[in-house]
């Protein structure tokens, strides 16, 4: 019972996910800003992280992978942070 509810949660996450990087995508489509690019990338990368996961239970040895994608998620945002921070020239 328990691991069909941890199923169904990963997918509503990997939903929500998915439904920031089109608010992102929609927003970098209407500015061109390259802030919102990265984002939409970034949650993309973390649906498709948290739908592979809910699908595939691994064993203990495997977790680790699975935040591999989070790693790219979190370092996106943070170059996208530091890019539109950066004075300009």
Do not use: C, H
């Amino acid at each position: 019972m328990m691991g069909s509810l941890t199923s169904v949660l990963a997918g509503a996450t990997a939903m929500a996910d998915l439904v920031a990087a089109l608010f992102f995508l929609k927003f970098w489509q209407r500015t061109r800003d390259s802030f919102f690019l990265p984002f939409a990338a970034a949650f993309a990368i973390d649906a498709i992280g948290r739908f592979v996961q809910a699908l595939v239970r691994g064993t203990d040895i495997a977790e680790p992978l699975y935040f591999l994608p989070r790693l790219a998620m979190f370092g996106l945002i943070a170059i996208a942070i530091i890019k539109k921070n950066a004075p300009s020239d």
